[in-house]
């Protein structure tokens, strides 16, 4: 190899790093932001509830349905959202559905009646669905898969970063606002502090963030020609599972498509099951306080939130990509166990919430190079989609299964048994994944 030819790769080499660097500064910590508030919208309904179900003489089973019904919106519109944001572009139709999310988000705070309960958590999910696949093949435009994993990892971080945040956040909301100051309850004022932020952060997702490599203005030529080829390149190894210009029918019959959606289902019922009773959980240990219960909730996800960076950057670093899904649910099932079998006692309850949080939230972000990897072109919006879909279902089955088993048995072990039960099968499915098609 000449002199010329490695000034060359050197030259490539420095500006694909150059480049890398900008996209990651520059699009992450926004989209982060953006992640986390879309998860303090979906699920600040967990903390509300601990007030919220006595003022409107609310069942835990009302509450549960209420919880999940937000997914059948969600599921409903996963794909179509997804598919416009391909045609209209990411900028334009993310703010678009950040400012209708947060509006209806807060109006949550008008809720007198279970219908109204249901009408607003189905319409905010209608809102909220494109919002994830988006983001995540909107990422695709940017990093090859190889780099994919730390970049998802980095972005999904927002997941345990907002009940760190939104943990101590919604305690002091519930303890400051107890008076009923202005009129309003304090789950009220819960439900408006944090949806309002969302619709203006729809306006920074319009005037910040582009559409792709060519639009960036802050990349030079030399930078965007060495990450197009990136891209290029790694398309060009993908093994793809289905046609790029794949039908809708075409898509419903690939299985990948359906068994990743499976595994999802699978991850998303122990995160959900998580996420909509940890305070009520915390709660039954004895903490009435609703102040220590949001800061005793962000325990596990700060955990998480470590666990997360460095699971994703081992994947990226060992290109592997199975078992840095697998192991992490096995870390989810055992900890929901070590919650179930907890019997009120606090340390060993902490540390089962701990590692249920850890594991299921880690697989969760680890999941996503495994499709993306798989699918490319137009069948990753349509794919994508619809594998985000299935697994929101989760959202409104655990939930729903939860509250249910609580009214029924006024506890709630059975239902933690039977959702660490769906993560099991669910990390057997993703050891069925081929090594080949995923490991890059």
């Not at 289905?242 to 075409?250: F, L, V, Y």
């Not at 699918?375 to 729903?400: C, D, E, K, T």
Request: net charge positive.
């Amino acid at each position: 190899m000449d002199l010329a030819t490695v000034d060359a790769r050197s030259a490539h080499d420095a500006a694909l790093q150059n480049g890398y660097r900008k996209i990651t500064i520059r699009l992450i910590p926004l989209m982060f932001v953006c992640y986390l508030f879309n998860y303090l919208d979906r699920v600040n309904v967990g903390f509300a509830k601990l007030q919220m179900l006595n003022d409107l003489k609310m069942s835990e089973t009302v509450y549960g349905l209420g919880a999940g019904i937000f997914f059948i919106g969600y599921v409903l519109s996963g794909v179509p959202s997804n598919l416009i944001l391909r045609r209209v572009g990411a900028r334009a139709w993310i703010a678009l559905i950040m400012a209708v999310w947060g509006v209806l988000s807060a109006s949550l705070l008008f809720v007198t009646t279970p219908a109204s309960f249901y009408t607003l958590r189905f319409f905010t999910g209608i809102a909220e669905a494109g919002f994830f696949p988006g983001m995540v093949l909107y990422l695709t435009q940017w990093y090859p898969s190889a780099r994919r994993g730390r970049a998802i990892a980095l972005f999904m971080s927002a997941i345990p970063i907002s009940g760190v945040v939104g943990g101590p956040l919604s305690g002091w909301m519930l303890q400051h606002f107890a008076a009923g100051q202005g009129g309003l309850a304090a789950w009220q004022w819960l439900y408006l502090l944090q949806g309002v932020p969302t619709v203006v952060l729809g306006l920074a997702v319009f005037l910040l963030l582009q559409d792709g490599i060519d639009e960036a203005r802050w990349l030079s030529d030399a930078e965007k020609d060495a990450l197009r080829t990136a891209l290029r390149e790694d398309a060009a190894q993908e093994q793809v599972a289905m046609p790029k210009r794949a039908s809708i029918g075409e898509m419903l019959a690939n299985v990948s498509v359906w068994k990743f959606g499976a595994i999802y289902f699978t991850i998303q019922m122990g995160v959900y099951a998580i996420n909509f009773w940890l305070p009520s959980i915390i709660q039954s240990l004895g903490i009435s306080s609703a102040s220590a219960i949001g800061w005793l909730s962000a325990i596990p996800y700060l955990v998480t939130s470590v666990a997360m960076v460095v699971v994703g950057r081992s994947a990226d670093a060992r290109r592997e990509r199975r078992w840095h899904v697998s192991l992490p649910m096995a870390v989810g099932v055992i900890g929901l166990v070590m919650a179930a079998q907890a019997s009120g006692h606090f340390v060993g309850a902490m540390i089962g919430l701990t590692l249920a949080t850890a594991g299921a939230l880690t697989a969760l972000a680890m999941f996503w190079p495994l499709p993306t990897a798989v699918l490319v072109g137009a069948s990753a919006a349509g794919g994508v989609a619809l594998i985000n879909s299935l697994g929101q279902i989760a959202g409104f089955v655990s939930p729903y299964i939860i509250g249910w088993i609580k009214d029924a048995t006024h506890r709630t072990d059975l239902a933690l048994y039977l959702l660490s039960s769906t993560m099991v099968i669910g990390a057997l499915l993703v050891m069925t994944t081929s090594a080949k098609e995923v490991n890059r």
